[in-house]
């Protein structure tokens, strides 16, 4: 399968650009991308910006538009912010969003500038060209002799438009027709070219033409439907072809003897049935060709071959290596532009401030470790400077530097005793070296300080949790709702906390929150809950879906979108269910919880009488993202141990890994995982699974099987209670990281296990 956007391109066209200095905007309303096409070191760099719908687009020096489903968004070029779009140092320009204005759905096309600013653009829909007032959603200013009104179903398709002499000169449309949709009766041969100053019909038969230009004092145009780059003779209107493509002409730019072409696959479909083009060439492609008009031959190209199969318009700017930011971008934030008059005005930025800035940066790149020596300089010359300080701390929690990120926010509270930030950060250092007590007094400091300060609420949750002190931090976990980013279950129904005296006549809502390992783990409260009210539904995401329905007590299962509003009488989180519950470590539940998983079917494994043993070493079931702790390589080094059948829970493997797995005659169960539910299936068939802290790993917990899971020696509260046992799945058997080799410790703790068998 071809990726979502990749592309192939001669060696020359990012040379082409570099020696241009250039580079080329390209917009595809049918993949929702604004494309930049970038040279880096004669390599070719690609930058996608989703937006609904791109398709004309405009330039007049630093203004930028570009025309959307329904709007025209306008930046405006301030290079001096370049410098600090990731990489940092690297982008000679820099678009950002100014304004956008909101035209309803017009179907814009092709846009351009007169000389004195104004913006005109082509309202397809309404067969005009318009401009816009903010009053307005635009101002029709022309419209084609043969249309007689303003409505919204684009009678002739008119879509292309030049610019001469700063004004708006020529037009292109695809008919001359006056009934709705009526230019697809002949589009491929009803086509005309018109200058709208005089309305005189320069050429007509045309095969869908587009993108109409003036340059070097000649009118050029892209016959779309022919595939073609021509020259029209403004007098007579005779076409000279200049060159046949291999697509869909559209879109269209010059500089020097060059012209910068866009191409459309065009999809076999009846709008585009019966074109010269199509019956000319089988094999279209979607790209940018670069054609020297001179030669009449084309010098270089580029082809997608993921996604984008429609390009619109291609777009020159005069940079080699641009950025054009996204609304959402927190660049915008701290980026300003203000008139010549009021920047004589502008203080003189403060070096400590630049300086925090350049640290700041540094950090944003991933360059944790040149950000704590930028810090500790700035430190040097400000010594009391606490932000400087607090950011240092920081990049020492980031390094697992846990030692200097102590002093770091010693020395933070103590210049500052009130900073809740440091001595929260402060506890997660001492949480980093292991000294709960000392954490857990960080973190009552900076609620002390804060008492609304939720991160800290439930860092503190964490300390308590670890030391099996469930009444306290069962509690204390609920401040999660007031962090940043988490929401209520919105919905008119309440909460329940435990207050409905009468719950046996009561539904019940469930829902599940945003970690699936913790959605599992907390399951084995569902079947406590079902005992107290009248029904209990559950909602979470599909791949949970089966295996909630194995659970007792569940009576029904729904996604999301499905629930009837009306459905349950109160909700609850699913972590919440604990605290509701009153679960301490003398009634955890600890059985196995993972019912009968009726509606599954999988593979029934085979071993010859060998133990099952099943691996996995990512982080989640769905991830992909290769584990720090574990590798396919620590597990493969296991497989000469004897009478031992070992499969692969693993999904989305590399090619790589599936040659490594069949080389050492491991199983993988790829295909048969496509839900928790299945892989309980399949888990629930072996002797013994080997994991990380993983989704797999509360599942085979939850089935009782016994788990060899390798932890960081920085996991989190479930794996190491009070006595370091874990009362959650006591058959798990706990590895954690050490100088001594993964591979070793599990081969050792298997070996022990196998003895005891």
Known sequence: MAEEFSSQHTQNFPQFLSQMGISILVTTYQAGKLISLRAQDDVLNTHFVSMEKPMGVALQGSHLVVGTGAEVIHYYNMPDVGSKVLPANTHDACYLPRSTHITGDIDIHEMGFTDDKELWLLNTKMSCLCTLDPEYSVVPRWKPPFITGYDLTDRCHLNGLAMRDGEPRYVTALGTTDTAGGWRKDKAAGGMLMDITDNRMIAQGLSMPHSPRWYQDQLWVLESGAGSLATVDEKTGELTTIVELPGFTRGLDFIDRYAIIGLSQVRETAVFAGLPLTERCDDRQCGVYIVDIVEKQVVAFLVFSGEVQEIFAVQILPARMPAVLDITDPLLRGSYALPDAALKEVSQPDETQQDLAAAGLLYQEGKIAESVVACMNLLKKSPTNTEARFR?????????????????????????????????????????????????????????????????????????????????????????????????????????????????????????????????????????????????IVMCAEPLRLFFKGIEGVDAVYLPPQVPEAGFDAYIPMMSLANVLGITLENLPMDKYIGQLAEVVVATLESGGSLKIGLAWTPQLKDAKE??????????????????????????????????????????????????????????????????????????????KPVLTVLDDQADWRWGIATGDNPWYPAMISCYASEQPMAMQIRAALEAWMAKR
């Not at 990120?405 to 930030?421: G, I, K, M």
């Not at 306290?472 to 129904?493: F, I, S, T, V, Y």
């Not at 040659?659 to 299936?681: C, G, P, Q, R, Y």
Request: with cysteine; net charge negative.
């Open 392 to 536: 240092l701390g920081i990049a020492h929690l980031d390094l697992r530097q846990w030692q200097q990120a102590v002093a770091a926010f010693e020395q933070l509270t103590e210049d500052d005793p009130n900073h809740a930030e440091g001595h929260n950060s402060l506890g997660l250092a001492y949480n980093g070296l292991k000294n709960w007590q000392q954490a857990k007094a960080s973190f009552d400091k900076a609620i002390e300080i804060d008492q609304q300060y939720a991160v800290a609420q439930v860092n503190r949750a964490m300390i308590l949790l670890r030391e099996g002190d469930f009444t306290a931090g069962w509690q204390a976990l609920e401040w999660r709702w007031k962090m940043p980013g988490n929401k209520p279950l919105n919905c008119k129904q309440p909460q329940w906390t435990g207050e409905l005296a009468e719950l046996a006549d009561k539904i019940i809502l469930v829902h599940t929150e945003q970690d699936e390992k913790e959605a599992i783990q907390f399951a084995r409260f569902l079947p406590m809950l079902a005992g107290q009210c009248k029904q209990l």
């Open 627 to 704: 584990s720090p702790l574990l590798s396919l390589a620590d597990l493969v080094s296991l497989t000469d141990l004897p009478e031992i059948a070992f499969y692969s829970l693993q999904n989305q493997l590399t090619a790589e890994e599936t040659t490594l797995l069949e080389d050492n005659k491991i199983i993988s169960l790829d295909a048969e995982i496509v839900s928790v539910a299945h892989a309980a299936a399949l888990i629930e068939q072996l002797d013994m699974v080997i994991t990380i802290d993983n989704g797999l790993a509360h599942v085979s917990g939850g089935l009782g």
